[in-house]
């Protein structure tokens, strides 16, 4: 069974500072990696796609990385704003479907 | 529609009644999945559907737990008599199979 691995689990920082944050999964037979946001009482927004042939995958502010040999990926956002306040979810997918961590939830003061 | 589309977006049920939530995935997408989001826990995988094959139904938690999908396309996840523990926000997904999952808003079901 998959086991996914979200750290750190609560992140607070400034507006304007980078943020890092960190996934780890325990079975390395994965087709891609999702990376999603949740808003407080929301459904998923998938953010970025990182199939397992790829090492990163970028999208405006937003990096992810991949290192499936090791199980990692890691997602970067660039100079954080208030409204990227929420919880961001890892998702490897194996052969039946994703699996979750426990989320990062990111507060960004203005 | 242009998203998967849930429906009701809240359920407040009395324990002990069944309850119906829809899901209307994404034209085309060939695999539909549900899953249960627990109150500060993370999504748990209850069942999955591809194309006409027999569902995957391996993560129901209880053989109260039932779903069909209906020529391919529309899913609904009923529940016969509902626990307090079946308070959760449940969410469906629809995927074209190769790249990636798309979610929907989720249902939050409230059972008192």
């Known amino acids: 069974k998959q086991e996914v691995t979200q750290i750190p689990a609560a992140l607070s920082v400034p507006e304007g500072e980078n943020l890092v944050l960190n996934c780890s999964f325990t079975?390395?037979?994965?087709?891609?990696l999702q990376w999603f946001r949740q808003d407080p009482g929301k459904g998923l927004t998938s953010l970025l796609l990182?199939?397992?042939?790829?090492r990163e995958q970028t999208s405006g502010r937003l990096n992810a990385s991949l290192d499936k040999s090791s199980g990692r990926s890691t997602l970067y956002i660039a100079a954080s704003q208030p409204g990227d306040s929420a919880t961001y979810l890892c998702?490897?997918?194996?052969?039946?479907?994703?699996?979750f961590g426990a989320g990062t939830t990111v507060t960004v003061r203005a | 529609g242009a998203g998967v589309s849930q429906s009701p977006s809240n359920k407040v049920t009395e324990k002990g009644k069944d309850v119906e939530l829809r899901c209307d995935p994404i034209?085309?997408?060939?695999?539909l999945y549900w899953y249960r989001q627990s109150l500060g826990q993370g999504l748990e995988f209850l069942i999955y559907?591809?194309?006409?094959?027999?569902?995957?139904k391996s993560g129901l938690p209880s053989d109260r737990f039932s779903a069909e999908r209906t020529g391919g396309s529309v899913s609904t996840l009923t529940i016969q008599r509902t626990q307090q523990e079946d308070s959760a926000v449940y969410l469906c997904?629809?995927?074209?199979?190769?790249?990636?999952?798309?979610f929907g808003s989720g249902t939050r079901l409230t059972v008192v």
């Open positions: 997904a629809s995927s074209p199979g190769t790249f990636g999952y798309t």
């Open positions: 079975d390395s037979a994965i087709y891609n």
């Open positions: 990182i199939q397992s042939s790829q």
């Open positions: 998702a490897p997918e194996g052969d039946r479907e994703l699996s």
């Open positions: 034209s085309g997408h060939t695999a």
């Open positions: 559907f591809q194309g006409n094959s027999a569902p995957d």
